[in-house]
């Protein structure tokens, strides 16, 4: 498949994730745009929604943000489980019946999906067997010129952060996955670092020891991260106890990581899971209160 061309955010409240992920992030300006949709089949019934929707660009990929106002979708299911949070990834294909009769092959069903004859089709597909991860496969015919939408204003970013680079998985058998996403997604192949000591790492101002098992594939200029945690804990064991497995975080690649971690304190936003090796550097952050997205700063030293 090609790159990844979306990354899918499920919101309570688009204007209040706008508002907060412009500030923090300095994603943005959004389009917004609510609108419905009618006659799409979910889980095998028809169904029909109201949906608002922002989008804005991160470098090589789109950020949509998702607000279901009216009807069930995958959205208003995930959003009752896990709470806000990313949802899918995108991929544009040129032959979708063809990708979807592949992806059958391997126990990959569409769950939601819509096809408007010459337009456009998509389908978000069954993450049952893929270790978590929904993935969304979508093409469409011609291009809709003048598509409804209002620009919102900059915004007042007060800290901004560079495109996105990394997309990170919690998984709970990375091997499984990695495999999986090659044979099914053509995703990687993945190069697997089987043990990485965590040591001293501070985790919700504890220092902690853990291990975990890392697999690194490039998706177009995006790098795609899985991880497994194999011993002790860590923030990952929080979100697999959670419930959770599959999209994780988003890590961007900073230059001066001791003046970022400095601005989000400024603005309440605490370290969660960090530590400052001297040559390089990480820190997930606990931007998930508004929108549920954990952002990661990422540091290496430059030669
Ligand atoms: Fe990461």
């Known amino acids: 498949m090609p790159p990844v061309e979306q990354i899918g955010i499920v919101v309570r409240d688009v204007d209040q994730a706008v508002e907060f992920f412009t500030s923090t992030i300095g994603w943005g300006p959004f389009k917004i745009r609510e609108g419905e949709q009618k006659g799409f089949t979910y889980d095998g019934r028809t169904g029909d929604c109201r949906l ?11 950020i949509e943000l998702i607000q279901v106002l009216e009807g069930e979708t995958p959205h208003s299911d995930f959003l ?8 899918h990834l ?3 294909v040129n032959d979708f019946d063809g990708m979807i009769a ?11 999906h819509q096809k408007i004859p010459g337009i456009a ?6 993450n049952d067997k893929t270790s978590g991860l929904m993935v ?26 560079p495109p996105v680079h990394q997309i990170g ?17 053509g995703i990687g192949p993945f190069s697997i670092v089987p043990k990485m000591r965590f040591d001293g790492i501070i985790l919700r101002g504890q220092p902690t020891d853990s291990k975990v098992k890392l697999g690194f594939a490039d998706s177009g200029p995006l790098q795609i991260e899985l991880i497994q945690p194999l011993e002790g804990e860590n923030i990952y064991t929080e979100f697999l106890r959670s419930g959770n497995e599959g999209l994780h975080h988003l890590g961007f690649e900073v230059d001066n990581f001791e003046g970022m971690l400095a601005k989000f304190e ?38």
């Open 52 to 62: 608002k929707m922002a989008f804005a660009r991160s470098g090589s990929v789109e």
């Open 80 to 87: 009752r489980l896990h709470g806000e949070g990313m949802q």
């Open 90 to 92: 995108r991929f544009r």
């Open 102 to 112: 592949a992806l059958g092959k391997a126990g990959v069903d569409p769950l939601w």
């Open 121 to 126: 089709a998509f389908a978000y597909m069954k």
């Open 136 to 161: 969304e496969l979508f093409e469409r015919k011609e291009s809709k010129e003048g598509r409804a939408g209002t620009r919102t204003p900059a915004g007042q970013s007060s800290t901004t952060l």
């Open 169 to 185: 998985l919690v998984v709970r058998d990375l091997e499984k996955a990695a495999a999986f996403y090659h044979s099914t997604f």
């Open 266 to 303: 400024r603005q309440g936003i605490e370290p969660l899971f960090w530590k400052n090796f001297g040559s390089m550097a990480f820190a997930y952050l606990d931007t998930g209160k508004i929108g549920g997205v954990i952002v990661e700063l990422l540091w290496h030293q430059r030669s």
